[in-house]
């Protein structure tokens, strides 16, 4: 769980999500729901952690997946109230359906939708922008550079929200989410007005008909905002002047400016001019062109899609993406915005740049940067190998999550987004039966992702009958984005706000599921005799087999007992079988003696690497000191 | 005071950069730094950016750091451009002679990079029972111990104190002694 930082007089050292938070519960927010995904994970559990400490009666929870977050949050804003639904960029493509209804609607209470971006990617499997998902439902999107900014916007886009009864999205990139700032606090505000639902059916509920009301309001609304954007936010849209004639200026939104201005400020650049856009749907366009008709030539900085450059009416001598000034992937790093304002001012390479000796360092001691890998002691690594084990040949479609990181062990063979891995194991029985074929098919998914998207896929599979072997890989946690509660957890985020734990078991018989079966996940010889039965169950019915690989998270600092180990130099044959296949951060291997052996300093002693050797080598240091 | 800290996922970096920060608080000095989060921190390599002073980015560019504070010898050496010319590293290493590599040894030499070492997976296996988790204070010492960083052990260790949990707080104290001990005799 998120630590929340503690409080010096009125200043704190903030995360960026743990300011964004703040922001929400000050703001008088009541409803406050959101699906955990990296960068955005740590804003809700700071949001209930300042909820208690703020006396704020609102209700904070973790909905099953983004669209159920964002629909939960969206009815409260129909009685009035302030409501907030939070998540990662792809969380807002499962939450699109809703996403796109809301801003059709004349909301009643202000509606914040926050979405973390992640350029770069740190933890993700694209690097959307969704400013453009802003744009595409026409509605205002707030860009902070800062976490003390993120915090102010949460305030604007509520107020913003309730003046025009639309939905706002607050758009953090990942440099503001996981930055550490000093950031100052404020109070709680008093909830706005009361909460009341108004039966109003032509408010209400979207029918075709109303979109001919509802559609040109709400293009109306984009102009109306736009013209409040050029005017009212001087806070956030602003001209940082050059001191001596420009010769360039930049308009940059989000971190982009941060950066872009330390830059300067480091190579003492007073002729440079830049204006900050904090506001980058709707364009405040006048403000813009106004700019750039006083420059020489312009630059745009944003992340990661050209947003604000394509709102340009006239892109005609614009330095920028669609050009290919500025790259069209990837984050924009000092280093790279360093690169192109060198080159774009005709400066000598500035400094960072790379030493020959480092890089021939770099060869000669051959040092790459580290892979994530599963944490020593990980359940998720005994299971997937029993599963691999089990059925060599099988395909196998895995999911989202930390046992995503099960391609290291040659046991994930396709990975597509959240639920994915029950759908994809429908799709690969119904072409190989399709062709005349029969192939073994091991879909894994983690507990958190089953109710996340996993369900679905399930019902559908037991009624169109497709044989495939789901394992659900449970380990009491959502563990990649730092350990939150989820359904099988049964936990809440506020103090004294008890759930109620929702068995796997029960949901996959109730599904229609007849061979359900759960296994201790160390236990790798039971693990690869339930695989082989559940498969031979799907395959002569031809319906889904659930397996439950149990065991908790090594975060979750389990008690287990402990199993020192050791690898027989004598006995191993240095075929690293067990890198390739069990990947342990504490089972390495020594090139020059090419032998396996323990690294102490990671190994949790688990004992599960005894039964991976075949060789036998890996085996338990015996009895004393216990 | 622009920081790098580097790593690999689970050696505790970010413990690092909230006691930086818990410091500067206390002087009345602005900060604004990086972390990561998620997938790069199962395992992986990790690098938490941290500036004390007047900035608006999070990130420190290639060339700009004061201090590399390096929890892996081989994370160290894939950040040390980071360092800026006369910049201070700050090292856990476990193999000695990679170190004395040639173009590394070069390279540090032409930009005049002073080096802190120190072999702590060796120090905290003859003194904590080889409980690398107090690796992050460990460095924290080493750092205070260089001298490299403007802060003084008692402020360190105050801010150390207040953010571990009840149960660390005198194993912490040992070993940032033990960190800041055994570097102050480093070259």
């Known amino acids: 769980m998120t630590e929340v930082s503690r409080t010096v007089s009125t200043k704190a050292i903030l995360l960026g999500n743990e300011a964004i938070a703040r ?23 700071a949001v209930a952690k300042f909820a208690d400490e703020l006396g704020s009666p609102m209700a904070v929870e973790w909905g099953v997946n983004e669209k159920v977050a964002f629909e939960v949050a969206a009815a409260a804003s129909f009685t009035g109230a302030r409501s907030c639904a939070v998540m990662k960029q792809v969380g807002l493509n499962v939450a699109a359906d809703p996403f796109m209804s809301a801003a059709h609607f004349q909301l009643k209470g202000g509606m914040l939708l926050v979405v973390a971006d992640d350029p ?59 930055c550490r700032q000093d950031v100052e606090l404020g109070e709680l505000r008093p909830p706005k007005g009361q909460v009341k639902f108004d039966k109003e059916p ?23 905002i736009r013209a409040a954007f050029e005017t ?15 010769v360039l200026g930049i308009v940059a939104s989000g971190v982009c400016f941060s950066v872009v201005s330390d830059i300067l400020k480091g190579w003492g650049r007073e002729d440079v001019a830049v204006l900050k856009i904090g506001t980058p749907h709707p364009l405040p366009v006048k403000m813009v062109t106004d700019f750039i008709s006083r420059q020489p030539k312009v630059l745009f900085l944003e992340e990661t899609y050209p947003v604000m450059e394509m709102q340009l009416p006239d892109r005609t001598g614009i330095l920028g993406r669609w050009n290919g000034i500025v790259p069209g992937a990837g984050e924009l790093l000092p280093e790279t915005v360093a690169d192109i304002l060198a080159k774009i001012l005709g400066m000598d390479h500035p400094a960072g740049e790379g030493s020959p000796l480092l890089r021939q360092a770099m060869e000669e001691l051959k040092i790459t940067p580290r892979k994530p890998m599963l944490c020593p002691g990980c359940p998720h690594r005994a299971s997937f190998f029993s599963i691999r084990q089990a059925l ?73 009958r497709h044989a495939f072997v789901l394992a659900i890989l449970d380990n009491s946690t959502t563990a990649m984005t730092g350990g939150q509660a989820n359904p099988a957890v049964g936990e809440k985020l506020r103090k004294g706000d008890a759930g109620r734990k929702v068995d796997i078991e029960a949901v996959c018989r109730g599904c229609g599921v007849t061979f359900v079966r759960t296994i201790e996940a160390y236990d790798v010889g039971a693990g690869k005799e339930a695989v082989k039965e559940a498969w031979e169950h799907a395959k002569s019915r031809s319906e889904p087999a659930v397996i439950i690989f149990r065991h908790p998270c090594m975060l979750l ?66 009895g004393e000191g216990e | 005071m622009q920081y790098v800290i580097v790593g690999i996922g689970g050696q505790g970096i970010l413990f690092a950069s909230k006691v930086l920060g818990k410091i500067a608080l206390e002087r009345g000095e602005s900060v604004i730094g990086s972390e990561v989060h998620g997938m790069a921190q199962r395992g992986g ?143």
């Not at chain 1, 032509?202 to 109306?224: I, Y």
Request: charged share 20%; proline share 5%.
């Open chain 1, 23 to 45: 922001g929400i519960v000050e703001a008088g927010c009541l409803v406050a729901s959101a699906y955990p995904g990296t960068p955005s994970s740590e804003i809700l559990p």
């Open chain 1, 392 to 464: 060599p040949n099988a395909v196998n479609p895995s999911d989202i999550g930390c046992y995503t990181l099960g391609v290291n062990q040659k046991a994930v063979d396709a990975v597509m987004d959240m639920g994915a891995s029950v759908t994809m194991g429908s799709g690969f029985f119904l072409v190989h039966k399709a062709a005349g074929m029969e192939r073994p098919i091991v879909s894994t998914i983690g507990d958190s992702t089953f109710f996340h998207m996993g369900l679905p896929g399930l019902a559908s599979a037991v009624y169109n």
């Open chain 2, 45 to 187: 390599s990790v690098i938490s950016h941290f500036k004390v002073g007047d900035y608006r980015s999070p990130l420190v560019m290639a060339g700009e750091a004061d201090i590399l504070l390096a929890f892996d010898q081989n994370e160290a050496v894939r950040n040390l451009h980071f360092l800026k010319k006369k910049g201070s590293l700050v090292v856990n290493v476990h193999d000695r002679a990679a170190l004395e590599n040639s173009a590394l040894a070069g390279m540090i030499r032409d930009r005049e990079i002073s080096v802190h070492s120190l072999e702590g997976y060796a120090l905290l296996k003859e003194h904590m029972g080889g409980n690398f988790l107090f690796l992050n204070v460990l460095l924290m010492g080493a750092m205070c111990g260089a001298g490299v960083s403007g802060l003084s052990l008692g402020e360190v260790s105050r801010a150390v104190k207040e953010l571990s949990p009840p149960q660390f707080q005198d194993a912490n104290m040992k070993v940032l002694a033990l960190g800041a001990e055994a570097i102050s005799g480093g070259r």
């Open chain 1, 232 to 246: 009212e936010f001087e806070k956030y849209n602003y001209e940082v002047p050059s001191k001596e004639k420009s």
């Open chain 1, 557 to 622: 600092r389990p008690q287990q007992s402990a199993v020192q180990v050791k690898v027989d130099p004598e006995k191993c044959i240095g075929c690293k079988f067990c890198i390739n296949f069990f990947n342990c951060p504490g089972l390495v291997f020594d090139e020059k003696k090419s032998k396996a052996y323990i690294d102490e300093r990671f190994c949790v002693s688990c004992g599960v690497c005894v039964s991976v050797c075949p060789h036998g080598a890996i085996g338990e240091i015996s």
């Open chain 1, 202 to 224: 032509s408010r209400w509920v979207c029918l075709p008909a109303s979109v001919k009301v509802n559609h040109p309001r709400l293009n109306a609304k984009v102009e109306e």
């Open chain 1, 120 to 178: 770069g990617p740190h933890s993700s499997q694209t690097e959307q922008d969704s400013r453009y998902f802003a744009m595409f439902a026409k509605v205002p999107c707030f860009d902070p550079c800062s976490a003390a900014e993120a915090r102010e916007m949460v305030f604007d886009a509520f107020d913003l929200s309730e003046r025009f009864g639309i939905i706002t999205m607050l758009r953090p990139s990942v440099r503001v989410d996981h």
